[in-house]
T-cell receptor, first 115, second 116 residues
Framework: DAGITQSPRHKVTETGTPVTLRCHQT?????MYWYRQDPGHGLRLIHY???????DKGEVSDGYSVSRSKTEDFLLTLESATSSQTSVYFC??????????????FGEGSRLTVL | AQSVTQPDIHITVSEGASLELRCNYS??????LFWYVQSPGQGLQLLLK??????LVQGIKGFEAEFKRSQSSFNLRKPSVHWSDAAEYFC??????????????FGTGTLLAVQP
C-alpha cells in the first residue's frame, strides 16, 4: 500500500464549472504527479511537483493548474471544465527511497465526467 | 525525447497459453524500464522493473521481461496465462538522470483478453 488517497473517486460536473481533485499521500515523498488516462493514449502527464510550492507542466497541461502547499497534498484544478477533460485522473508518487529509479506508485484514480 | 511503443493494442490468448507483450523504447542510453498492470477500475500496479544487471528480470504473478539493448525492447512474457491475467498492460521508460525532470513516459497500453 503506497499510502495514496484520491478524492473524489467519481465526479460528474457540467461544462464551465470549476473542479478540484485532491491527492493525499502519507509517505512524505517529494515528487508527486498527475496523469490522465484516455483510451488509445495511455497515461499522459499533466503536471508534477518536486516539492512544496514547486510545480511544473507536463505534456498536456493546458486547462489545468496545480498547487502543493503541503508535502502530503497535491491538488489538480480545472478552472472551467470542458467535455474534453472527461477522463480518469491518476495521482502518483515517486519512490525516492534509496536508488531513484523513477518508479511510481499510483492512486486508484478519479473518474471525471464533464457533461 | 524518450518514447515508448506498444504495437499491440489488443491481444487475446487462451488460458494456459504463453504470452508475450511487446514494448520498444526510444532513448539514447540505457533507461530504466517498467511494466505496469491495470485491472478494470483499478490503479496501476508495478509488475517488474529493469535498471541494471541481469537483462532478464522476474516480476510478480509469474511475469518476466527481457531487456534487449540491440533491439531497444523490453518484452513482457508469461509461460502460462491465467484468466485473472486479463487486464491492461503498460510499458514505461524513464531516463537515468535524476532530479525533477526525470519523468516516467508510458506506452499506450495493450489490453489482454483471456479465453477459457
Amino acid at each position: 500500500d503506497a499510502g495514496i488517497t484520491q478524492s473524489p473517486r467519481h465526479k460528474v460536473t457540467e461544462t464551465g464549472t470549476p473542479v478540484t481533485l485532491r491527492c493525499h499521500q502519507t509517505e512524505n515523498h517529494r515528487y508527486m504527479y498527475w496523469y490522465r488516462q484516455d483510451p488509445g493514449h495511455g497515461l499522459r502527464l499533466i503536471h508534477y511537483s518536486y516539492g512544496v510550492k514547486d510545480t511544473d507542466k507536463g505534456e498536456v497541461s493546458d486547462g489545468y493548474s496545480v498547487s502543493r502547499s503541503k508535502t502530503e497534498d497535491f491538488l489538480l484544478t480545472l478552472e472551467s471544465a470542458t467535455s474534453s477533460q472527461t477522463s480518469v485522473y491518476f495521482c502518483a508518487i515517486r519512490g525516492d527511497r534509496g536508488l531513484d529509479t523513477g518508479e511510481l506508485f499510483f492512486g486508484e484514480g478519479s473518474r471525471l465526467t464533464v457533461l | 525525447a524518450q518514447s515508448v511503443t506498444q504495437p499491440d493494442i489488443h491481444i487475446t490468448v487462451s488460458e494456459g497459453a504463453s504470452l508475450e507483450l511487446r514494448c520498444n523504447y526510444s532513448y539514447g542510453a540505457t533507461p530504466y524500464l517498467f511494466w505496469y498492470v491495470q485491472s478494470p477500475g483499478q490503479g496501476l500496479q508495478l509488475l517488474l522493473k529493469y535498471f541494471s544487471g541481469d537483462t532478464l528480470v522476474q516480476g510478480i504473478k509469474g511475469f518476466e521481461a527481457e531487456f534487449k539493448r540491440s533491439q531497444s525492447s523490453f518484452n513482457l512474457r508469461k509461460p502460462s496465462v491465467h484468466w485473472s491475467d486479463a487486464a491492461e498492460y503498460f510499458c514505461a521508460v524513464v531516463a537515468r538522470y535524476g532530479g525533477a525532470t526525470n519523468k516516467l513516459i508510458f506506452g499506450t497500453g495493450t489490453l489482454l483478453a483471456v479465453q477459457p
